[in-house]
Nanobody, 125 residues
Framework: QVQLVESGGGLLQAGGSLRLSCAAS????????MGWFRQVPGKEREFVAS????????GVADSVKGRFTISRDNVKNTVYLQMNSLKPEDTAVYFC??????????????????WGQGTQVTVSS
């Protein structure tokens, strides 16, 4: 298990950019694939992006492809989500998560064993 703390959320206008960070505790950060999910009230948690433990493989949802980029720094034990060209429909609570299945990006929430508390992103039109 790792402990995860997200930061970087906020309120901004459509078209803007934001970078979310997720700091992880522990010495085995590179043993985990990391992912970002988002959720709005009344809807299921939605996959956004994931990155393998080494950082060599990434995957993003079609809804954010070309706008969002996931990256990680295994020295700083941190994963990032760079969000560009934000839209009002990107408004959600964003969660980072860690999966012990580290060899490839993981899209399914059930494969993640640790979750952060979430950070709110609000995009106004």
């Amino acid at each position: 298990q790792v402990q995860l703390v997200e930061s970087g959320g906020g309120l901004l206008q459509a078209g803007g950019s934001l970078r979310l960070s997720c700091a992880a505790s522990g010495r085995t950060f590179s043993s985990y694939a990391m992912g970002w999910f988002r959720q709005v009230p009344g809807k299921e948690r939605e996959f956004v992006a994931s990155i393998s433990g080494s950082g060599g493989l990434t995957g993003v949802a079609d809804s954010v492809k070309g706008r969002f980029t996931i990256s990680r720094d295994n020295v700083k034990n941190t994963v990032y989500l760079q969000m560009n060209s934000l839209k009002p429909e990107d408004t959600a609570v964003y969660f980072c998560a860690a999966s012990p299945v580290s060899g490839a990006p993981q899209t399914r929430a059930l494969l993640y064993t640790s979750w952060g508390q979430g950070t709110q992103v609000t995009v106004s039109s």
